[in-house]
């Protein structure tokens, strides 16, 4: 009998990198595919393409971070095709009104003008600090992340901004899931924190919510944490 596929998808400025534990931990158990995003500035657009890529008909789908919110949306436009959902250190509100969203565009375009000026991995090491737990920083693992970070161009950068600044309000597909889903959160993630995961529990219908804090651990949790996210993968894959 053929496997179960399970699709993952990664964040902002991320790739395969992020899922690695996760692959090798359930490799035998399921077929697991990584989309990329290429330069694609929407949401939409890059859950149209994960729908396009993946051939299987019905599919587990994991997200971390903005893969998340694709996630999200891959379920809007296609609820009959996943089974099961993972979201991890996400978020499902759109960009905040007033101040507050010209804030976080502010920020965000600076980071882009200093990924032009001075190359990404530097504009890395000006962001990437609030994404793991203090105790990584300066660590072998936040190398990693900063390679990764290099990985992409300002280009891909610049898109994917575009998509988070237009990013849907993903509430309404919380309130309407019937698939089991799991919420998993790092303790200490400072840029998607465990209480608005706390608050995503509460819109998806008791029966198929399971919420999930991982200790000790920032944002990044698939490699801050791998093991206990990879079990937690491992228990949601066995419901139905």
């Not at 698939?179 to 706390?198: F, K, M, N, Q, V």
Request: hydrophobic fraction near 45%.
């Amino acid at each position: 009998m053929s496997k179960e596929t399970l699709v993952l998808l990664p964040g902002l400025l991320c790739d395969d990198a992020v899922w690695v534990h996760q692959r090798q931990a359930m490799g035998q158990r399921v077929d697991t595919v990584v989309p990329h995003y290429a330069e694609l500035g929407s949401i939409e657009g890059m859950a149209r393409k994960v729908l396009a890529e993946v051939t299987a008909p019905v599919f587990s789908l994991a997200g971390h971070s903005m893969g998340g919110r694709v996630a999200l949306e891959v379920v809007r436009m296609a609820p009959q095709r996943v089974r099961r959902l993972a979201l991890l250190d996400t978020g499902y509100e759109p960009i905040a009104a007033g101040e507050a969203g010209a804030q976080e565009r502010e920020k965000r375009m600076k980071l882009l003008q200093h990924a032009k000026a001075h190359g990404m991995r530097e504009m890395g090491k000006l962001w990437a600090p609030g994404m793991v737990h203090p105790d990584r920083l300066a660590s072998p693992l936040f190398d990693e992340i900063l390679d990764m970070i290099e990985r992409r161009t300002p280009e891909q950068f610049e898109a994917q901004i575009n998509a988070l600044l237009g990013r849907p309000d993903a509430g309404p597909v919380l309130r309407k899931l019937h698939c089991p889903t799991a919420l998993i959160c790092g303790r200490e993630d400072a840029w998607s924190p465990y209480a608005r995961h706390e608050a995503m529990s509460h819109m998806v219908p008791a029966q198929w919510v399971t919420l999930h804090a991982v200790e000790h651990c920032g944002h990044m949790s698939t490699m801050e944490q791998p093991e206990a996210v990879s079990a937690l993968l491992d228990i949601w894959l066995s419901r139905e």
